[in-house]
């Protein structure tokens, strides 16, 4: 069985964004049971974590001995067995693949930078000039993505982990109305977002910071 390695709590900023949500969703989506490792405060820095994810992150699955770290990894990973995730014929594979890749490289690569103004440096003096040219890039490539998903349900003909993985990218602009508010983008994360096995995926995130919150509070 495979067992996912994930935090016990994190800080209600981050409680549904962390990218142990793309692995848990990939599993419910592929019918794949599951058992999860919670991480308590200062377990990413023990030596024994460290072995596994070498900069103490989540998510990281063991299975039979295989050790893999990096959301997009896993969940291609899991997508290889599952016709739900991947389509069998190489054309529908090399797809999910190139989708997968593009919502790490062409999208949240360029939404980070929008997270840590906003969340780690909000006031300070250089961001009133830097903050407006970081949320026009992403727009910029919002805008791409758009033009692809105009009169589309999904990426290619039906969902996959191509799907998977880039609205788990767009749940970080949460915060924002660049996605929500956006006329394409908005009703295409508001699909994916209604799929069961997400919000199975979502509540199983959620439950643990629920239950350790008032010990993390009192720590």
Known sequence: MITLYAFKWVPPFAQGLV???RVRWALEEAGV???TRLLGLGDQDQPEYRAIQPWGQ???IEEDGLVLFESGAIVLHIAERSEALMPRDPAGRAKTVQWVTASLDSVDAYIGPLADIDLFHAGEAWTAERRPQVVETIRRR??????RLDGREHLEDRFTAGDLMMATVLRGLRDTDLVTGHPVLGPYLARCEARPAFGRALEAQLAPFRENEPAMENA
């Open 142 to 147: 919002l805008d791409g993505l758009a033009r």
């Open 19 to 21: 990218r142990d949500l």
């Open 33 to 35: 049971p599951y058992a």
């Open 58 to 60: 989540v998510p990281a």
